[in-house]
């Protein structure tokens, strides 16, 4: 059971917006911790695609973006591309934990 | 560009100690601004954050996996290093050194290495 919740799938088709949360509380979201979020390609490491909740590193295109909300954030993905298709993770700290803590894995599928 | 290569054994006997090794290079492992990571996927499963070091010595790990995990900074070799041990079949994965920031948006996980898969078997 991962600290934080994500759902286990979404999909959409191309062109399509669609939209990944991440649940937490209050000791990790919820009291201010930035929010990272990564895409995982299949066979490969994870690559980082949005830092400190909405910031996106150089390359990742503006069709991603970040928001955070009380506990929660989101990811957003617009103009839905079949490269698109991949498992995102979201990731925070938990002070009542003292841990690193990453989001269950949600599998995009682009149909 | 900084790139990070895992090393160390792919097959690992049940209660016995697993040991990574990360070489970086392109960019300086005695870095105030970052830290050193480890972090494992099993197979078809998420991620989970082992633990992490940075260059003045501090360490930090997961409370799941404390009492059997050590990790190490080496900065004459540019190598962390990862210790594992009493290692069973459920630490089965994928195991990814990488990087974090340590200023501004803390704990963000820039680059990664390529990951290497250690299995335990007898």
């Known amino acids: 059971q991962s600290v934080l919740t994500q759902p286990p799938s979404v999909s959409g088709a191309p062109g399509q917006r669609v939209t990944i949360s991440c649940t937490g509380s209050?000791?990790?979201?919820?009291?201010?911790?930035?929010v990272h979020w990564y895409q995982q390609l299949p066979g490969t490491a994870p690559k980082l695609l949005m830092f400190?909740?909405?910031h996106r590193p150089s390359g990742v295109p503006d069709r991603f973006s970040g928001s955070k909300s009380g506990p929660s954030a989101s990811l957003a993905i617009t103009g839905l591309q079949a490269e698109d298709e991949a498992d995102y993770y979201c990731?925070?700290?938990?002070?009542?934990?003292?841990?690193?803590?990453f989001g269950g894995g949600t599998k995009l599928t682009v149909l | 560009q900084l790139q990070l290569q895992e090393s160390g054994p792919g097959l690992v006997k049940p209660s016995e100690t697993l040991s990574l090794s990360c070489t970086v290079s392109?960019?300086?492992?005695?870095?105030?601004?970052?830290?050193w990571v480890w972090i494992r996927q099993p197979p078809g499963k998420g991620l989970e954050w082992i633990g992490s070091?940075?260059?003045?010595?501090?360490?930090f790990y997961n409370p799941s996996l404390k009492s059997r995990v050590t990790i190490s900074l080496d900065s004459s070799k540019s190598q962390f290093s990862l210790d594992l041990s009493s290692v069973t079949a459920a630490d089965t994965a994928v195991y990814y050194c990488?990087?974090?920031?340590?200023?501004?948006?803390?704990?963000?996980?820039?680059?990664w290495g390529h990951g290497t898969l250690v299995t335990v078997s007898s």
């Open positions: 990488a990087r974090a920031l340590r200023g501004t948006f803390r704990y963000s996980v820039d680059y």
């Open positions: 392109g960019g300086a492992i005695s870095s105030s601004d970052h830290y």
């Open positions: 070091i940075y260059y003045i010595g501090g360490t």
């Open positions: 209050d000791s990790n979201i919820g009291t201010g911790y930035d």
């Open positions: 400190g909740t909405t």
């Open positions: 990731q925070s700290y938990d002070n009542s934990l003292s841990a690193w803590v």
